[in-house]
């Protein structure tokens, strides 16, 4: 059993170098290369963080654009649909203003044209009246100067 022991110190004797190597080596690989890459990781970890901040900032600030453009625009359409709305009652108001005018425009043109009317029927009446009566008077003198003849 003293040579297995003396044989396995042999072992972890010649293996020291080894282990020594290998914990220098993990040593030197973590300062040299998993340090700068974990330093490197962490910046493209927080470059990719605030990036994706900004656009979440970016499209915030462009809902937030979108509806006041919206507003803005529903503000104007309402502005336009009143003015519409009063430029219609306006010409309504012309137009019923228009046709008042017309009618009592035609109804004193009935009127004096009936007056007109009225004025010539009643000359012709007269006219007639005495016409008939000075034709009267013609036939008579006429059949009376056939029988005196």
């Known amino acids: 059993m003293d040579a297995t022991l003396h044989a396995l110190g042999q072992v972890l004797l010649q293996g020291l170098p080894t282990f020594f190597l290998i914990i220098f080596l993990h040593f030197y ?3 040299m290369f998993f340090k700068p890459l ?5 910046a493209r970890k927080e470059a990719t963080e605030g990036a994706r901040k900004q656009a979440a900032e970016s499209l915030e600030r462009a809902a937030s ?3 006041a453009y919206e507003e803005s625009i529903r503000a104007a359409r309402s502005e336009i649909y009143q003015e519409q709305e009063i430029l219609r009652r306006k010409w309504r108001d012309e137009q019923t203003a228009q046709l ?3 009618r009592k425009q035609s109804e004193v043109l009935m009127k004096t044209t009936k007056a007109e009317i009225s004025a010539q029927a009643r000359e012709a009446r007269e006219t007639l009246a005495s016409n008939s009566q000075a ?3 013609q036939i008579t003198e006429t059949i ?6």
């Open 29 to 31: 690989l973590k300062a």
């Open 38 to 42: 974990e330093k490197v990781l962490h």
């Open 65 to 67: 654009k979108a509806e």
């Open 100 to 102: 008042s005018d017309a």
């Open 135 to 137: 034709l009267a008077a």
């Open 144 to 149: 009376l100067q056939r029988r005196a003849s």
